[in-house]
C-alpha cells in the first residue's frame, strides 16, 4: 500500500480546550459550577470563559506566555483552566501551601506575565512578588474576590480593587471580556499548556511542561479507566492546582459533569455536600480517605460515591474502613510528569468473591497500565533489564507513552536524567510486579518525602538546614505518620549549639510549613558509606523505629 500523508482535515492539533465548546452544545443548561449558593450552566462556563481569554489577550498577554493561577478550588479556579490557554498562554497553578519565597521563585522562574490571585491569598502573593529583585518586572496582578460579593455589584460598576497592586479584579475580566472571542488555538499540539512546579525552594525549580496533546490524551484516557459516566456530580477535594486535579478539570467539561466547588474542606462539609448535591465522584489523597474514614461524624451515605485515591499509596486498612460507608475506592498512581493516573488497579469482577480485607489489600496495589500508557516496566538498578513478576525482585518503575511530560522548563540536564535516551521515563518509585502482571510500590529511590499526598523533597530541607550556623551535616527522611502518610525527620550533628525547638523554628521561618521537620534526630555524626555518602537508607531505618507522633501536627 501507498504511504498516505496526513493532511490538515485529520491532523488538527488535539486539544482539550475543544471539550468546553461541546460541552456548551450538548449539556448548555446543565450545571457546570456550583459554589455556595451560585451555580452556573455550562452555557454560563463557556462564556465566561471566552470572556476572561479576551481579555488576557487585550490586556497583552501573548501565545506562549506563563499566566500564573494561585487560588483555592473556587469557581474562577476552575474556569482559568480553560481560559488561560485559550487565550494562548501557558497555566501555571501555584501550591497554596507553598511560602513567599518558594512561590517568588516560581514566578522568577518562570517569568509568569500574569498572577491571579485568590482574595484570601493576597498576604501571600504580595509578600512573593516584593521579593523580586530591582528591574526583574514583577507580574501584573488580578484580584479573585469572593464569588458571591463580586457577582452582587451591578453590572454596569467597575468593581474597583481598592488596593494599587492589583490591575483588576477577575469578575472585572469576565465582564469586559468579548463572549464570541475566537480563542487562540495550538498551532501545534506539541505546543505547552501547563506548567507545574514539583519543587522550588533552591534555587533549581522543577517545572514540568505539558503539551496540549498530553493533556488531551490523559483527560480522555482517565475517564475511561475510571469508568466516569456522563453527567457525573463530581466534588472538589483535590487540589486543582495538583497536577491540574488529576486533569479531572477538563474532564468535567467532556462529560458535562457538575463540579462542586469548596473554598477548604474538611470531614464535616465533605458530608454535607455529598448529601446536599448527591455528589458521585471525587478524588483525593489517602490522608483525605483518612479524615473520612476516622471522621467522629462519618455516616453512611445514602447513595454510593466512588472516590479515587492516589499520590501516595493507600494503607488497605483505610480503604476498607472507607468502603464500609458506602465510597466505591479506586486506587491509581501517577506523578506530575505524567499529569494524571497513568497505572490503577484495575478491578476483576471475581475479587468481589474474596473477603473483605482480602479485596482491601489488593486494592492497595497500584495495578496495571491504563490504555493509554504505552508501556510500564519495573527495571533493574544493576541490570537494566525487567524484574522477574515475582511479587519480591524490587526495581525501579519506569513509564512511556503518549501523555508524558515534554520535559522541566529551562534544565535539559535534569529532564536527560528522568526521560533517558532508552526511551523511559524513570519515575523514581521502587517497586515489584507480582506473578499476575500488578505492580506494587515498595519504597522510593528518589528523595521525596509524601505529606498528605504533596511532595517534600528532602533534599530542599537538607539545604535549609545546611544554612544554620549550628549545623554541621543534616539528612532528611520520611517518617510514618498515622494521618499524613509520612512527614520529615531530620538527622543533624551540630558543631554549634542548637535544640529541637531551635532547629524546627529555624526550618519553619524558610520553608513551607508543611517540609518542616516534625522530628529532629541528633548524632555525632551521620552514617556514611565508602565513598563518603550519608546512608539514607540506615536513617529511613532508623526513623522507622521512632516512636509515633503523639497527634496531628498540622492541617
Ligand atoms: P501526584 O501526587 O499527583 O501523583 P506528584 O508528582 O506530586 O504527583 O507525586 C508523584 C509521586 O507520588 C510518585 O512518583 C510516587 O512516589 C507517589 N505516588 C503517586 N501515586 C501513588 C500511589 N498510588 N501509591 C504510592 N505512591 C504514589
Known amino acids: 500500500m501507498n504511504l498516505l500523508k496526513p493532511t490538515s482535515a485529520n491532523s488538527c492539533p488535539l486539544t482539550p480546550l475543544t471539550f468546553l465548546e461541546r460541552a456548551a452544545t450538548v449539556y448548555g443548561d446543565c450545571t457546570s459550577i456550583v459554589f455556595n449558593n451560585t451555580t452556573f450552566t455550562w452555557a454560563h462556563t463557556h462564556r465566561r470563559c471566552r470572556q476572561v481569554a479576551s481579555s488576557l ?21 476552575y474556569e482559568l483552566q480553560f481560559a488561560v490557554p485559550m487565550s494562548g498562554a501557558v497555566l501555571n497553578n501555584l501550591n497554596t501551601r507553598l511560602d513567599a519565597r518558594t512561590i517568588s521563585v516560581m514566578l522568577r522562574h518562570s517569568e509568569s506575565k500574569m498572577l491571579l490571585v485568590d482574595v484570601h491569598l493576597r498576604a501571600l502573593a504580595l509578600e512573593a512578588v516584593s521579593r523580586f529583585p530591582p528591574g526583574t518586572p514583577p507580574p501584573v496582578l488580578v484580584l479573585i474576590r469572593d464569588l458571591e460579593e463580586s457577582l452582587s455589584l451591578p453590572p454596569t460598576v467597575e468593581s474597583r480593587v ?3 497592586d492589583f490591575l483588576m479584579s477577575y469578575e472585572d475580566l469576565v465582564k469586559k471580556g468579548n463572549s464570541n472571542f475566537d480563542w487562540i488555538r495550538p498551532i501545534n499540539e506539541w505546543d505547552p499548556i501547563t506548567l507545574n512546579y514539583t519543587s522550588g525552594t533552591t534555587s533549581a525549580p522543577k517545572g514540568v511542561v505539558h503539551s496540549h496533546r498530553a493533556i488531551f490524551i490523559i483527560t480522555v484516557d ?9 453527567n457525573p456530580v463530581y466534588l472538589w477535594t483535590l487540589p486543582m492546582f495538583h497536577s491540574n486535579g488529576w486533569s479531572f478539570t477538563w474532564g468535567m467539561a467532556a462529560f458535562g459533569g457538575t463540579n462542586i466547588c469548596l473554598h477548604k474542606f474538611n470531614a464535616d462539609n465533605i458530608f454535607s455536600a455529598v448529601d446536599r448535591h448527591k455528589v458521585t465522584h471525587m478524588c483525593g489523597a489517602p490522608v483525605v480517605l483518612n479524615m473520612i474514614a476516622n471522621s467522629p461524624n462519618a455516616k453512611p451515605l445514602k447513595n454510593p460515591v466512588h472516590f479515587l485515591t492516589g499520590g501516595a499509596p493507600p494503607p488497605s486498612a483505610v480503604v476498607l474502613r472507607t468502603e464500609s460507608l458506602g465510597f466505591i475506592v479506586s486506587h491509581g498512581f501517577g506523578m506530575t510528569e505524567v499529569a494524571g493516573v497513568v497505572v490503577s488497579c484495575a478491578w476483576k469482577e471475581k475479587w468481589n468473591r474474596l473477603p473483605v480485607t482480602d479485596r482491601a489489600s489488593l486494592k492497595a496495589r497500584q495495578g496495571v497500565r491504563t490504555l493509554a500508557l504505552t508501556e510500564v516496566n519495573v527495571l533493574d538498578p544493576e541490570s537494566g533489564l525487567g ?7 524490587q526495581g525501579e518503575i519506569v513509564l512511556k507513552g503518549p501523555c508524558l511530560m515534554l520535559g522541566y522548563l529551562k534544565d535539559p540536564l535534569a529532564t536527560a536524567m528522568c526521560m533517558k535516551d532508552n526511551g523511559w521515563l524513570y519515575t523514581g518509585d521502587v517497586g515489584v510486579i507480582h506473578p499476575d502482571g500488578y505492580l506494587e510500590i515498595k519504597d522510593r529511590s528518589k528523595d521525596v518525602i509524601i505529606s498528605g499526598g504533596e511532595n517534600v523533597s528532602s533534599v530542599e530541607v537538607e539545604s535549609v538546614l545546611y544554612t544554620n550556623p549550628a549545623v554541621h551535616e543534616a ?6 505518620d498515622k494521618f499524613w502518610g509520612e512527614t520529615p525527620c531530620a538527622f543533624v550533628s551540630l558543631i554549634g549549639k542548637a535544640n529541637s525547638e531551635d532547629i524546627i523554628k529555624f526550618c519553619r521561618d524558610r520553608l513551607p510549613h508543611y517540609m518542616v521537620p516534625t522530628k529532629v534526630v541528633f548524632m555525632e555524626e551521620l552514617p556514611k558509606t565508602a565513598t563518603g555518602k550519608i546512608k539514607k537508607f540506615w536513617l529511613r531505618d532508623m526513623a522507622k523505629n521512632l516512636s509515633p507522633p503523639k497527634e496531628r501536627s498540622r492541617i
Open 57 to 77: 489577550a487585550r490586556l497583552g498577554i501573548r501565545r506562549g506566555d506563563v499566566v500564573s493561577v494561585l487560588a483555592y478550588n473556587v469557581p474562577a479556579m
Open 162 to 164: 481598592n488596593e494599587v
Open 222 to 230: 482517565s475517564l475511561m479507566d475510571w469508568s466516569v459516566p456522563k
Open 387 to 393: 524484574v522477574k513478576h515475582d511479587g519480591l525482585t
Open 475 to 480: 539528612a532528611v527522611v520520611a517518617r510514618q
